[in-house]
C-alpha cells in the first residue's frame, strides 16, 4: 500500500494553540491564553490517485482466490478554515 498524503496551511494573524501545553495556548496573548487568527488549508488524501487494493479472498474453492474483493477510496480533496479566538 503507497498512500501519499499532502497538506498546505497558511495562517493569517494569531497563533494556533499550543499542544505541548496540553491546548492551553500562549500564555497571555488575548482570550483564553492566545492570539485570535485564522487557518486556511488544502489536503489531498491518496495525492497519486493510486488504486490501494483490500480483502483479499482467502476462499481456495472460489475463483477469486488470492484477489483482492475491495480497495480503499480514491483521491479526496478538501479545503477548510480553522478559527482561533
Given at each position: 500500500?503507497?498512500?501519499?498524503?499532502?497538506r498546505?496551511?497558511?495562517?493569517?494573524?494569531?497563533?494556533?494553540?499550543?499542544?505541548?501545553?496540553?491546548?492551553?495556548?500562549?500564555?497571555g496573548?488575548?482570550?483564553?491564553?492566545?492570539?485570535?487568527?485564522?487557518?486556511?488549508?488544502?489536503?489531498?488524501?491518496?495525492?497519486?490517485?493510486?488504486?490501494?487494493?483490500?480483502?483479499?479472498?482467502?476462499?481456495?474453492?472460489?475463483?477469486?482466490?488470492?484477489?483482492?474483493?475491495?480497495?480503499?477510496?480514491?483521491?479526496?480533496?478538501?479545503?477548510?478554515?480553522?478559527?482561533?479566538?
Amino acid at each position: 500500500h503507497v498512500l501519499s498524503d499532502l497538506r498546505l496551511g497558511w495562517m493569517v494573524g494569531g497563533h494556533p494553540p499550543d499542544r505541548d501545553r496540553g491546548g492551553r495556548g500562549r500564555e497571555g496573548r488575548g482570550q483564553g491564553g492566545r492570539d485570535a487568527g485564522a487557518e486556511v488549508y488544502a489536503q489531498i488524501t491518496n495525492l497519486f490517485n493510486t488504486t490501494n487494493f483490500i480483502r483479499y479472498s482467502g476462499v481456495m474453492t472460489s475463483p477469486l482466490f488470492g484477489e483482492p474483493t475491495a480497495a480503499l477510496p480514491g483521491r479526496r480533496m478538501e479545503l477548510g478554515l480553522r478559527l482561533f479566538l
